[in-house]
């Protein structure tokens, strides 16, 4: 289906980069003399949006990041390193996982995980914003798709982590700045406004991250190698220049272990998968080509590097009948 113009969407007579400065003005006109608040994940969206309302009321906008001790590596450093010194905004950011990892001590059911995640995300952020006083705006990172997916009547395949399920009285506005903008577009004028490559270009990632890689219940070891994993997989896609050509690529704890054997002796470890899809909307989705090679490379280094691991599989199913991600 043909995808309505920027002009249709938002009654602007221009292009994307001068709606991006048009945005700037709007936003500073909207929040006037008040005070700004956004959750910024590191994602695409919050992270567009956090660049862009900063750049329209500087001082007046603080950002809230909260590590659940579910995210990648090196992620909470890059947001700090990001939006704390280059771009100088206000950032608190939060170090949560002992909150997270007692709420979901035990708990193996997935959209059970997703739920407490979503919850406990919701209070921390609450509390944060107590902290801080009077608010007048708050930032959200919603785009045209999450419009349009929102008045679908589909039945929920996987419940959404979302700053989303707002009290019905609350005391502040709600400032959208790229809600009338498809996803290629928010990275655009990210790029525009100063964001990395990497970061704008950057594959999706999960709001309850590494908590829905891990099957079953949570525990920091399990979390720990499926980091240590991802992060070499990514190193690896990276080095041999394969970035561009998959949609996504990670790797998930399955919740198995089996008999190993290391230096003689035997192990008995766990298991990690690989899984690396190529899509263009993530309707659907085929298995990235990877040649054994290169699979058996990756193999190796995980099941020698990450302590615990002694076997890595690729997952071959394409979606459907597979999700792209395992819970
Ligand atoms: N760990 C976090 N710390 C702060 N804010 C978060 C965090 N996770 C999610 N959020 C907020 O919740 C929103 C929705 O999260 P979700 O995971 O659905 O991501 P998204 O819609 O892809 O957006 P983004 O690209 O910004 O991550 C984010 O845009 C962000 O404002």
Not at 266 to 282: E, F, H, K, N
Request: proline share 4%; aromatic share 8%; with cysteine.
């Amino acid at each position: 289906m043909e995808r309505p113009s920027l002009r249709t969407r938002t009654g602007f007579d221009g292009s994307l980069i001068e709606y991006a400065d048009h945005l700037v003005d709007a936003v500073r006109t909207q929040v006037g003399q008040g005070q700004a608040l956004c959750a910024l994940s590191g994602g695409v969206d919050s992270s567009v949006c956090a660049a862009l309302v900063h750049r329209a009321i500087g001082e007046q906008l603080t950002c809230v990041f909260v590590d659940h001790g579910l995210m990648r590596a090196g992620e909470p450093e890059m947001v700090a390193e990001l939006f704390g010194k280059h771009f100088g905004m206000n950032l608190i950011s939060v170090d949560a996982a002992d909150r997270f990892f007692a709420k979901l001590e035990g708990v193996d059911d997935p959209e059970h995980k997703r739920k407490i995640i979503g919850e406990e995300f919701i209070r921390v952020f609450e509390e944060e914003k107590a902290k801080l006083g009077k608010l007048d705006y708050l930032v959200q990172g919603t785009i045209y798709p999450d419009i349009v997916e929102s008045d679908s009547d589909k039945g929920v395949v996987k419940s959404h982590h979302n700053v989303g399920g707002l009290p019905e009285d609350v005391d502040f506005e709600l400032c959208e700045p790229v809600k009338y903008l498809y996803k290629d577009e928010v990275r655009k004028i990210g790029e525009y406004l100063g964001l990395p490559h990497e970061l704008v270009w950057r594959q999706p990632f999960p709001g309850p991250g590494l908590g829905v890689r891990v099957v079953g219940a949570l525990t920091r070891d399990r979390v720990r190698m499926v980091r240590e994993a991802d992060a070499i997989f990514r190193e690896e896609i990276a080095a041999a220049g394969k970035e561009s050509e998959i949609w996504q690529y990670f790797a998930v704890n399955p919740g198995c272990r089996s008999v190993g054997v290391s230096d003689g002796r035997r192990t008995y470890g766990d298991a990690i998968v690989l899984r690396a899809i190529c899509s263009t909307d993530a309707m659907s989705a085929d298995v990235a080509d990877l040649d054994i090679a290169f699979l058996s490379r990756v193999s190796t280094r995980i099941a020698t590097e990450v302590a615990g691991v002694n076997r890595v599989m690729y997952d071959t199913t394409p979606k459907p009948p597979s999700t792209i991600e395992w819970e």
